[in-house]
């Protein structure tokens, strides 16, 4: 392993982070070589990494070390250098004395230069205007007249989707578990719960206001107001901005499920990967491993009207594995590739769109978190 590596402009890069620190995986885009540097913070668990191609390009890291607790750190070199934060994100609203851990990062648009925002737990979205230099509460969203009602789900009270809508600077959503999706049309003033047509097994009431558990929330940018989510309850989409969502779980193995990955170039291509529960089909939660003990990532090209496996070269026997909500992703180039990282340490990926499979490490740290990027 390296500290650091040179990279082309326009290679492919692969962000990991795992409970034994972070890796950066990088290739041309032929994407059958791969050079490998790390571990970065290696006493660390670190959550979400991100690649910014603004600026020349920098890698955020969320990093929760056991000692000096959470913080963000950010690279200008590939992993060479590291830089921290003034001093970490705080909460200033008063909805939580202190923050237990940083889960995802979003670079923010190409016309706001500087910003980025971040997720963190007990649920709470931050913004920097200075490329994580500095960090400022979203204190609308931690007043929110619902709060004093918010649940955590397994993982905890965690804000863990950040989602930009490219289109529109006012308008973003996030995902906290286990509360729900809210959006915003005003640029963080206010927001609104973002629930309708989602279900919640393990509540009285199936269909709250909010109580929900997604897993993931991705948008895609060439479609405005389109979300898809995995949720505790099945997979949904909307084509209104969240303001409805339609169940397109059939045709799944499972409800359950932690993990999405959208196509570069169709939004109408998702991936999801079923896993089992112990409770149930309908409430999920127990046993937390692939369907059948089978590794089976499923891919829809119409929206999720309809599924189909994908197993050519994953393991289709005995395979009892598990992925972690951030663990898979999807590369910008026009034959997509998909990356799937296991909490056993494997990493699996497609460089054709999901068709055929190879395992491109194995051995690692449990990883918690997958990411793509193409160097600047």
């Known amino acids: 392993m390296t500290q650091g590596f040179s990279a082309q402009k326009g290679d ?9 620190g972070a890796f950066i995986l990088s290739s041309d885009r032929s994407r059958k070589n791969w050079q490998v540097s790390g571990p970065y913070s290696p006493g660390s668990e670190v959550f979400h990494l991100t690649y910014d191609d603004r600026e020349g390009g920098t890698v955020f890291a969320a990093v929760n070390q056991m000692i000096w607790g959470p913080t963000v750190q950010r690279s200008h070199d590939l992993g060479t250098t590291w830089l921290s934060p003034q001093e970490p994100p705080r909460f200033t609203s008063g909805a939580a004395e202190t923050i237990d851990q940083v889960w995802h990062l979003a670079p923010g648009r190409d016309g706001e230069p500087g910003v980025v925002y971040l997720g963190v737990a007990p649920a709470g979205l931050f913004k920097s205007d200075d490329y994580g230099s ?19 789900g397994l993982g905890g009270l965690c804000l863990h989707s950040i989602v930009l809508d490219q289109a529109d600077a006012g308008r973003m959503w996030v995902g906290i578990s286990a509360v729900g999706v809210f959006g915003t049309t005003d640029s963080g003033e206010s927001w609104e719960t973002l629930n309708q047509g ?37 997979v949904y989409r909307s084509d209104s901005a969240g303001e409805e969502w339609q169940d397109i779980t059939e ?6 499920g932690f993990v999405l990955g959208l196509h570069s170039k169709d939004p109408d291509t998702l991936f999801v990967l079923p896993e089992d ?18 590794f089976r990532v499923y891919r829809s090209r119409n929206g999720g009207r309809d599924w189909e ?11 009892y594995l598990h992925v972690l909500r951030e663990g898979m992703a999807t590369d910008s180039l026009d034959d997509c590739g998909i990356y799937v ?18 395992l491109m490490m194995e051995h690692l740290p449990p990883i918690l978190a997958v990411e793509c990027g193409v160097t600047v």
């Open 251 to 256: 045709g799944l193995p499972s409800r359950f």
């Open 309 to 319: 496996p994908l197993t050519r070269r994953l393991p289709q026997q005995g395979a």
């Open 277 to 294: 529960d112990v409770l149930g089909e309908d409430v999920g939660g127990g046993k937390r491993y692939v369907t059948d003990a089978k």
């Open 12 to 20: 492919v890069m692969v962000l990991l982070g795992t409970r034994k």
């Open 341 to 358: 990282g296991t909490t056993t340490g494997q990493l699996f990926y497609s460089r054709d769109n999901g068709d055929n499979w190879e």
């Open 134 to 152: 500095t960090w400022q509460e979203v204190a609308s969203l931690s007043k929110h007249s619902s709060r004093d009602q918010w649940q955590p």
């Open 198 to 234: 989602v279900r919640a097994d393990f509540l009285p009431d199936r269909f709250p206001d909010f109580g929900q558990c997604p897993h993931k929330v991705l948008t895609h940018p060439s479609k405005p107001g389109l979300l898809y989510q995995q949720n505790h309850c099945g």
